[in-house]
């Protein structure tokens, strides 16, 4: 298993700002992925984030929009850029330390409202 | 692709009642299956996991699901629950040897004294 915390865990922020997500793992995992669950929706996978390599996104997000850092094995950061209301959601990180058979952990989530 | 599908969006039971919360997916290739459960304002937490052998799988807090291959369905049981079981419940398929979750649209479980 793995326990995962995220910062921060709510915010409310100014459309057209940018808010940067941390998601930490206490132990070393290769992959790590980020999801949006918009109000009263289910989960849907932004990127999936490996270690030494550039972030590989779903079709409907963009870097430039959701820009990923990983820089090491126990860290990584989304951040939501130019903000509008349409990108109020809870931010989720999750990781797959078995790799293999997609058993994934989830942290808590970032509630993001935007104004 | 991968596709799921939970059929009830909101299912609302009496104490110590048993609950099925129903989960169908589509795929063209071997897939394992999982139920997450996400209570208010709280990550997801898995519940369970089918890989392969036995088609009954039990998991935590006494919930159970069973793979049908042929009617292509993955449903989560409970014979008696309570109030603490009160959450959203995601059913959610990955391919065999990918790394991608695909979930289905969640199912809120009511659970009414």
């Known amino acids: 298993s793995a326990v995962i915390s995220q910062k921060p865990s709510r915010d409310i922020c100014q459309r057209g700002t940018s808010l940067t997500i941390q998601c930490q793992v206490d132990?070393?995992?290769?992959?790590m992925f980020w999801y949006r669950q918009q109000p009263g929706q289910s989960l849907t996978l932004i990127a999936t984030?490996?270690?030494?390599?550039?972030?590989?996104?779903e079709s409907g997000f963009v870097i430039d929009k959701f820009p990923i850092s990983r820089p090491n094995l126990t860290f990584s950061t989304l951040t939501v850029s130019n903000m509008s209301p349409e990108d109020s959601s809870i931010y989720l990180c999750?990781?797959?330390?078995?790799?293999?058979?997609?058993?994934?952990?989830f942290g808590p989530g970032t509630r993001l409202t935007v104004l | 692709a991968q596709s799921v599908t939970q059929l009830d969006s909101q299912v609302p039971v009496f104490e110590e009642a048993p609950v099925e919360l129903r989960c169908n997916y589509s795929?063209?290739?071997?897939?394992?299956l999982f139920w997450y459960v996400q209570y208010p304002n709280q990550g997801l937490q898995l519940l369970l996991k089918?890989?392969?052998?036995?088609?009954l799988v039990k998991g935590i807090n006494g919930f159970e699901a069973e793979f049908n291959k042929s009617q292509t369905s993955f449903h989560l049981r409970k014979p008696s629950v309570h109030i603490s079981d009160t959450a959203e419940y995601f059913c959610?398929?990955?391919?065999?040897?990918?790394?991608?979750?695909?979930f289905g649209q969640g199912t809120r479980l009511t659970i009414n004294p």
């Open positions: 999750s990781v797959a330390p078995g790799g293999l058979y997609n058993e994934q952990f």
């Open positions: 795929s063209s290739v071997s897939v394992y």
């Open positions: 984030a490996n270690q030494g390599s550039e972030a590989t996104y």
């Open positions: 132990s070393q995992v290769t992959m």
């Open positions: 959610a398929v990955s391919a065999k040897g990918a790394q991608k979750l695909v």
């Open positions: 089918y890989l392969s052998g036995s088609t």
